[in-house]
Antibody, heavy 120, light 107 residues
């Protein structure tokens, strides 16, 4: 079955750029939407944005000015960049297959998540 | 954006009992609601999509209902592994939003 795995630095300095990659295995990244979602420690989930395999994107307005999500179909990966980070961006970042354009909806499956801490 | 309010915040029950969890939307979302289970240190797991459709591999003791603004997740005959946090999520309009969760704890 499809599996997702996040990778990237666990520590980012304030004002710098957070960069994460999600590797998709067990299936093709094609014909699907893929999302990034984050969860600050002890808080709720926030949808960051999605990318379609063609490269089209949609972002949460709350983060839109700082977010870029891209896809590399040759590597079966998609990536997140978040610029000008602050402590408020400290969170567990998840990647997930986004089924919300499909018949039933939801995010499934999810990666295990990776904690990114913003600190100097 | 659509706000999802879950209640109660915490629900204390014993194994074998029935859990009833609520998710209310700030405006109508038709049936575009999903439910997830999240255990400590783990990613959420999709349980129910579009209000009442169980995801693949989800036991029949999990059932969802509702439409419009009021939704319910029922877990009948609670098993020890069911004690976790439950989250709802809407896909009716952008941005996609999640509820704050209900913690289901062992009494």
């Amino acid at each position: 079955q499809v599996r997702l795995q996040e990778s990237g630095p666990g520590l980012v300095k304030p004002s710098e750029t957070l960069s994460l990659t999600c590797s998709v295995s067990g299936g093709s990244i094609g014909s699907n939407y893929w999302s990034w979602i984050r969860q600050p420690p002890g808080k709720g989930l926030e949808w960051i944005g999605y990318v379609f395999y063609s490269g089209s994107t949609n972002y949460n307005p709350s983060l839109k000015s700082r977010v870029t999500i891209s896809v590399d179909t040759s590597k079966n990966q998609f990536s997140l960049q978040l610029t000008s980070v602050t402590a408020a961006d400290t969170a567990v970042y998840y990647c997930a297959r986004d089924l919300n354009f499909g018949v039933n909806g939801g995010f499934d499956p999810w990666g295990q998540g990776t904690l990114v801490t913003v600190s100097s | 954006e659509i706000v999802l309010t879950q209640s109660p915040a915490t629900l204390s029950l014993s194994p074998g009992e029935r859990a009833t969890l609520s998710c209310r939307a700030s405006q109508t979302i038709r049936n575009y609601l999903a439910w997830y289970q999240q255990k400590p240190g783990q990613a959420p797991r999709l349980l129910i999509s579009d209000a009442s459709n169980r995801a693949t591999g989800i036991p029949a003791r999990f059932s969802g209902s509702g439409s419009g603004t009021d939704f319910t997740l029922i877990i009948s005959n609670l098993e020890p592994e069911d004690f976790a946090i439950y989250l709802c999520q809407q896909r009716s309009s952008w941005p996609i939003t999640f509820g704050q969760g209900t913690r289901l704890e062992i009494k």
